[in-house]
Structure formats: C-alpha cells, structure tokens
Antibody
Framework: QVQLKESGPGLMQPSETLSLTCTVSGFSLTSNGVGWVRQPLGKGLVWMGTIWAGGSTNYNSAVQSRLSISRDTSKSQVFLKMNSLQPEDTGTYYC?????????????WGQGVMVTVSS | DIQMTQSPASLSASLGETVTIECLASEDIYSNLAWYQQKPGKSPQLLIYDASSLQDGVPSRFSGSESGTQYSLEINSLQSEDAATYFCQQHHDYPFTFGSGTKLEIK
C-alpha cells in the first residue's frame, strides 16, 4: 500500500539548514509528484513545494529563495533542504503524494515530523 | 496568490445533524478543489477531490458541491468520529493554497 514517512532532526537553531527526508513505498516517484506541506502548531496548512514525476519542481514564492526539493528515485526518497531557519519555521512538516492522474491534490500523507527552531 | 476564505472557523453540532462548511476562492479555480479532514495529532486525510468526487473509502455522508467560486462540504448524519478540523485546498494554480480550517465539535 502507499506509504510516506518523514524523517529528520527535531530541534534546529536559527540560521541553520534543515534537511528532511521523505521515504515512500507503494508507488514510484517517476509516476507521482510529492509535495511538502508545513503546519505551524495549532495553525493551518502551507504548501511549500513539489517535485513532480518528471523531476521538475515548483516552490511557494514565500520560501523559494531558501528551499530546495530533490529526490533519489532509486531509493524512493524525496529531500527537503531549507536554509536560514528562523523560529517562524517551527512546525510539523508533511510530505504528501499528488494524485497526478486525476488532479494535483494530495491523496496520501505522511505522519509528519515536528521541527522546532530555537536557540 | 489565490485566497481561500473558509467559514465558519468553528462549529458545534449534535449527533445526526447536518453541517455545511464553505470555502470562497478569490478567483475561478475551475473545480480544482479538495477537502481534507484532520484529527488531533494526525495528518490530513483526503475526503473530496475535484470539488464533488468522493475519495475511495470515505463515507457517503460526506459530499461536496460548488456554485461559482463558492465551494461547500456537507456532512450528513453526523457521527462522533467526524469531530476534526476540515481544510479546503485549491490546486488550480501555484502556490497551492489552503483554507484556514474549520474545527467541528460534536455535542
């Protein structure tokens, strides 16, 4: 079955670079896009960016200058790197699969990983 | 950016009742709208896509509709397990944007 699982450090310091990994199973990264969505504690959802099945990427302009999304299809992994972290980057980070066939909504989500940015 | 104005922010309803949650898009999104349910401590789950198509495995008491740029999620015959926060999301244009969420309490 389709599964996504995020991993990465839970605590970061301001100005550091965040590296998260999303490991997927049950589908191919060359068939579906995978996006990253952030949720500050107790707040709403913010799309950060997506890497599509063909390898192209799209980013939210709000974080585009600090964000990079890449993948290793042989390992079924998608990577998020975001530099110059600030306390407002604190939140739960989800990776989620785009349906990609019927539309670009998210049909499967990972469990999320909590990231706290604090000195 | 396309703004998704979601209302109400919260609501309380009794078992068996029907509730409606709405999202107003700031421009035409051509039915490219999804609804998600998120329970505390859990990740969002897809309920509805393309404004009115029910995701596999989702109970038929959930339904979606649209009128112009106004999109609605209706939940019939409320069950206790429907207590959650609901979000809409447009996937018509970048950046993909979500509504601010509606917290549903079951009395």
């Amino acid at each position: 079955q389709v599964q996504l699982k995020e991993s990465g450090p839970g605590l970061m310091q301001p100005s550091e670079t965040l590296s998260l990994t999303c490991t997927v199973s049950g589908f191919s990264l060359t068939s579906n896009g995978v996006g990253w969505v952030r949720q500050p504690l107790g707040k709403g959802l913010v799309w950060m960016g997506t890497i599509w099945a063909g390898g192209s990427t799209n980013y939210n302009s709000a974080v585009q200058s600090r964000l990079s999304i890449s993948r290793d299809t042989s390992k079924s992994q998608v990577f998020l790197k975001m530099n110059s972290l600030q306390p407002e980057d604190t939140g739960t980070y989800y990776c989620a699969r785009h349906d990609s066939f019927r539309g670009d909504y998210f049909d499967y989500w990972g469990q999320g990983v909590m990231v706290t940015v604090s000195s | 950016d396309i703004q998704m104005t979601q209302s109400p922010a919260s609501l309380s309803a009794s078992l068996g009742e029907t509730v409606t949650i709405e999202c107003l898009a700031s421009e035409d999104i051509y039915s490219n709208l999804a609804w998600y349910q998120q329970k505390p401590g859990k990740s969002p789950q897809l309920l509805i896509y393309d404004a009115s198509s029910l995701q596999d495995g989702v109970p038929s008491r959930f339904s979606g509709s649209e009128s112009g740029t106004q999109y609605s999620l209706e939940i019939n015959s409320l069950q206790s397990e429907d207590a959650a926060t609901y979000f809409c999301q447009q996937h018509h244009d970048y950046p993909f944007t979500f509504g601010s969420g509606t917290k549903l309490e079951i009395k």
